[in-house]
């Protein structure tokens, strides 16, 4: 396992190769293998891709981030400016429901509400606005349709089929249950990366509405 020190300097050199990242901009701090950013970047698709770079360094257990942002003058725009620039973004993506998720901007943080079919849906729309500019932060509420309760067993059955295809080192070590539409995740993850691809396989299945994500990461 990697000493904090280590891992603060993987995170600061993993923060310098990040193109879209100014490095220079941001303080980093690790303790138990925690990472804390924490200083000031131009734009809210920086510090998503701030947060995506820590997240891939090997041995980061978990992450807070203090990272504001602040707007060049040239970057700022009116509320209105963004949530007509969201609103034209969404209505063009062919891959989100027309008319299904409705936007809001307060202060350049634009929140995203309403319903669609599947997790997807949801991850696409957040990802078309995340790096529209003037937005200073992104708050998704976007919910998936209610559907008729599926046999909890063959959803569960699923997931883990799911997760072995992936090729997940740690599918055996971790355990999914169900409850109604809700399936939750519990165990270890070799790392954040397998994480992400245990509760990406739960939302992707059939029958599932909801995701509770109770998995650990440990690093051998």
Not at 102 to 130: F, I
Request: charged share 25%; hydrophobic share 45%.
């Amino acid at each position: 396992m990697k000493s904090d020190s280590q891992l603060k300097h993987d995170v600061l050199d993993e923060l310098k190769w990040e193109p879209s990242v100014n490095a220079t901009n941001v303080g980093v701090e690790v303790r138990d293998g925690i990472v804390t950013l924490a200083g000031r970047v131009e734009s809210f698709s920086e510090k998503w891709h701030a947060e995506r770079a820590v997240q891939r360094v090997h041995g980061v257990r978990g992450l807070a981030v203090d990272v504001n942002v602040e707007l060049p003058g040239l970057r700022q725009h009116t509320d209105a400016d963004i949530a007509a620039a969201a609103r034209n973004i969404l209505d063009w993506a062919t891959n989100i429901p027309k008319k299904s998720i409705s936007v809001m901007v307060e202060n350049g943080w634009l929140t995203l509400s309403g319903t669609v079919d599947w997790s997807y849906q949801r991850l696409a729309a957040a990802q078309a606005v995340r790096h529209l500019l003037g937005v200073t932060g992104l708050s998704d509420q976007i919910v998936l349709k209610s559907v008729p309760a599926s046999d909890p067993h063959a959803v569960k059955v699923a997931i883990e089929a799911a997760l072995k295809r992936r090729a997940v080192d740690s599918a055996n070590s971790i355990s999914v249950t169900m409850l109604g539409t809700e399936a939750t995740l519990t165990g270890m993850a070799g790392s954040w990366s397998e994480r992400e691809f245990a509760e990406e396989a739960a939302w992707c299945t059939a029958g599932v509405r909801s995701v509770v994500d109770r998995i650990s990461v440990t690093y051998q």
